[in-house]
């Protein structure tokens, strides 16, 4: 079983549309869940944090948690073609299974998110 | 706010060369990792440091890499007789103290090329 499973799409919506992407882990001692977008040949770049169940809301974007189904998604809201990139969900868990401290997030593979004009 | 910086940006090297990625963490960050994208794949953990201490490095492949971060100076990681199955983006992050539950921030990565 994969540790963090994303559709890896293409996942394609109209300019002004709501895109909805999701993620499930597997990992039930995870705390801490991050989206991270990832333009074409660039770096990671942080867009949403979540560490509790319910939502979160910033801008364009709202981070859903659910714990018990061991579930997180982000919504983005009046798609931009400018938001036309990978999404990589990632999870921490602080305690790991290392006898120690492990901070490492663990990623999924992606879902590749077309707006179009 | 100088982010974290990574070099080289690209880096080329044939079979058997070694090659040696460099990370400055973000200002106040003291928790560097390393992670790899191989083509097609999503980003793995390599490896966790802190000054001077490696405290998780069970991303990193057995033999031919090791990493490292001075008290002076960028992290480095370094990848000996490099093979073309090592060609990827090798990507940097930092974060603050606290690294239980705050956020990492990446670099822009050293995309390595093994010819």
């Known amino acids: 079983q994969k540790e963090v499973e994303q559709n890896s799409g293409p996942l394609s919506v109209p300019e002004g549309a709501i895109a909805s992407l999701n993620c499930t882990y597997s990992?039930?001692?995870?705390?801490?869940f991050f989206w991270y977008r990832q333009y074409s040949g660039k770096s990671p770049e942080l867009i949403m944090s979540?560490?509790?169940?319910g939502d979160k809301e910033d801008g364009r974007f709202t981070a859903q948690l659910n714990k018990a189904s061991q579930y997180v998604s982000l919504l983005i809201r009046d798609s931009q073609p400018s938001d036309s990139a990978t999404y990589l969900c990632?999870?921490?868990?602080?305690?790991?299974?290392?006898?120690?401290?492990?901070?490492?997030?663990?990623f999924g593979k992606g879902t590749l998110l077309t707006v179009n004009p | 706010n100088a982010g974290v910086m990574q070099n080289p940006r690209h880096l080329v090297r044939r079979r058997g060369q070694e090659a040696r990625l460099r990370c400055s963490p973000m200002?106040?960050?003291?928790?560097v990792y390393w992670y790899r994208q191989l083509p097609e794949e999503g980003l793995k953990f390599m490896v966790y440091?802190?000054?001077?201490?490696?405290?998780?490095e069970s991303g990193m492949p057995k033999e031919r890499f090791s990493a490292e971060f001075p008290k002076e100076g960028p992290s480095i990681l370094r990848i000996q007789q490099v093979v073309r199955g090592d060609s990827a983006a090798y990507f940097c992050?930092?974060?603050?103290?606290?690294?239980?539950?705050?956020?990492?921030?990446f670099g822009p990565g050293t995309r390595l090329t093994v010819t």
């Open positions: 990992d039930r001692g995870s705390q801490s």
């Open positions: 990632a999870v921490k868990n602080p305690f790991g299974n290392s006898g120690g401290s492990n901070y490492k997030l663990t």
């Open positions: 992050a930092s974060s603050p103290v606290l690294a239980g539950v705050n956020e990492q921030y």
């Open positions: 979540i560490y509790s169940n």
């Open positions: 200002k106040g960050h003291s928790h």
């Open positions: 440091l802190q000054k001077e201490n490696i405290i998780d």
